[in-house]
Nanobody, 119 residues
Framework: QVQLVESGGGLVEPGGSLRLSCAVS????????MGWYRQVPGHQRELVAG???????NYSDFVKGRFTISRDNARNTVYLQMNSLKPEDTAVYYC?????????????WGQGTQVTVSS
């Protein structure tokens, strides 16, 4: 059973920083991509940042220059360092892992962690 456990969310003032962590356990297939998505009530879940197993990184335009994604393969953990946070960054942040099970790609999600940016 694959489990993704996020931590590090919370309340922060505008301009502040938070670091999200996501520990993955139970994976037996080849990892393709790990990433972070976010969702605001009434809106679709959107990609924040992703990192492939080869270290290729992709950021959505709205976080470029402010957020940094990284991974520790030995710990099966992916991180999201969020700096210069804005009120519009308020959302539930979800960790995601995509693995290759033969010809099929399987998507796994964490339970989500709330990030609130407010003064």
């Amino acid at each position: 059973q694959v489990q993704l456990v996020e931590s590090g969310g919370g309340l922060v003032e505008p301009g502040g920083s938070l670091r999200l962590s996501c520990a993955v356990s139970g994976s037996i297939f080849s990892k393709l991509v790990m990433g972070w998505y976010r969702q605001v009530p009434g809106h679709q879940r959107e990609l924040v940042a992703g990192i492939t197993h080869r270290g290729i990184i992709n950021y959505s335009d709205f976080v470029k220059g402010r957020f940094t994604i990284s991974r520790d393969n030995a710990r099966n953990t992916v991180y999201l360092q969020m700096n210069s946070l804005k009120p519009e960054d308020t959302a539930v942040y979800y960790c995601n892992e995509v693995v290759a099970a033969g010809p099929t790609h399987l998507w796994y999600w964490g339970q989500g962690t709330q990030v609130t940016v407010s003064s």
